[in-house]
């Protein structure tokens, strides 16, 4: 898959797993949430008794919130979790059912992105040998990446888009994800009634590796931290008289405080051709990735890869016409992170 391939890191299969995986229940995240809970420990045997308590708390608190957790009429999983939320069964009767039911199907499909297994593993089923799982060295490898954080924070706020669209029903409502400004957030509307999403910062950090879109500096989305990436209209909302729904996810990017505000930050320019094509390539990963951003993007920009494009350079050319507006392109400061790095790196130094 394009996604991990040119830029193939450990926090990149992980994240092709929690983005682009097949969701039929909501377990695929709150396996994921279990185990970033478990690392601390350092055990590497993890027995299903052990991970059943964060799992399956991690599924009750979602509950709580978004009673849809899976696409099927019903779960003997998921009615032990509603029935522990209201207090009707015991915490040992609930990791019971999780042992028995909650885990049939996740721990063989977790490493399965579009029908196929990525080539890293982040654990291994022991369960016939061990009564458990075994956590692989790529996992603990990736629990002391700069980016670990970051997973966190990303896979909760994918897990929040993907239940709002089951809540809501795809086809008819979540079609319309907004964008709030001030807030900094996603949204959508339900019966002319507003419904908050999540932060727009975590929805968007995997698609783009943790990086920031322009020059590829690592960034933060811990509230606080020096690196807190900023989020940025590509196409610069100055322009906003020239282009129409300029707030549309399809032009929202997270940038380091450098490209977007620093002394040679991009501010009201319009970012180069060759940023337009990366553009293009990281509003693909949403249509890859399957609901919701997939439906929005789509609405957004077109049916279609060309029409998609075309949305693109009709409003680039749209907001270069006017001549406020000039051409930015920054110096990287790490390596691309789509497709054809080489050439795309030897072009910008080139040019710049």
Not at 253 to 259: E, F, G, K, M, Y
Request: with cysteine; proline share 2%; hydrophobic share 40%.
């Amino acid at each position: 898959m394009h996604f991990y391939q040119a830029d193939p890191s450990l926090e990149n299969y992980w994240r092709g797993v929690i983005l682009f995986g097949n969701n039929v229940a909501s377990y695929k995240f709150a396996l994921a949430h279990a185990l970033y809970d478990l690392h601390s420990k350092e055990k590497e045997r993890i027995t299903m008794d052990e991970l059943a308590h964060p799992f399956s708390q991690h599924l009750c608190r979602h509950l709580e919130h978004a009673p849809k957790q899976i696409t099927v009429k019903s779960s003997q999983f998921i009615d032990a979790c509603s029935r522990f939320n209201r207090g009707e069964i015991s915490e040992d009767d609930l990791l019971n059912v999780t042992v028995k039911r909650g885990f049939a199907n996740v721990i063989d499909a977790f490493h399965n992105v579009n029908r196929a297994e990525i080539d890293v593993r982040f654990f291994v089923d022991e369960r016939k040998s061990h009564k458990g799982i075994r956590l692989t060295d790529a996992f603990f490898k990736l629990t002391e990446t700069q980016q670990f954080q970051n997973l966190i924070h990303e896979t909760d706020a994918r897990w929040r888009l993907v239940e709002r669209a089951w809540e809501m029903g795809v086809s008819s409502h979540l079609l319309a994800i907004e964008y709030d400004d001030t807030q900094q957030i996603l949204f959508t509307r339900k019966n002319d009634r507003r419904v908050d999403i999540t932060s727009c910062r975590n929805s968007l950090n995997g698609y783009q590796k943790g990086r920031c879109f322009y020059c590829f500096r690592p960034v933060s989305l811990a509230s606080g931290d020096i690196d807190l990436t900023d989020v940025d209209h590509f196409i610069p909302w100055s322009a906003r008289d020239y282009v129409a729904n300029i707030n549309g996810v399809w032009n929202l990017v997270l940038a380091c405080q450098n490209c977007n505000r620093g002394k040679e930050g991009k501010f009201a320019h319009v970012p180069s051709q060759l940023l337009l094509e990366r553009l293009h390539k990281r509003n693909e990963y949403f249509i890859n990735s399957h609901l919701p951003l997939r439906e929005t993007l789509i609405k957004q920009t077109g049916k279609s890869d060309i029409a998609r494009r075309s949305f693109l350079n009709t409003a680039w050319q749209s907001a270069r016409n006017n001549k406020l507006f000039h051409i930015w392109h920054p110096q990287a400061c790490g390596d691309e992170l789509f497709d054809h790095a080489r050439f795309l790196s030897a072009q910008c130094a080139a040019i710049f």
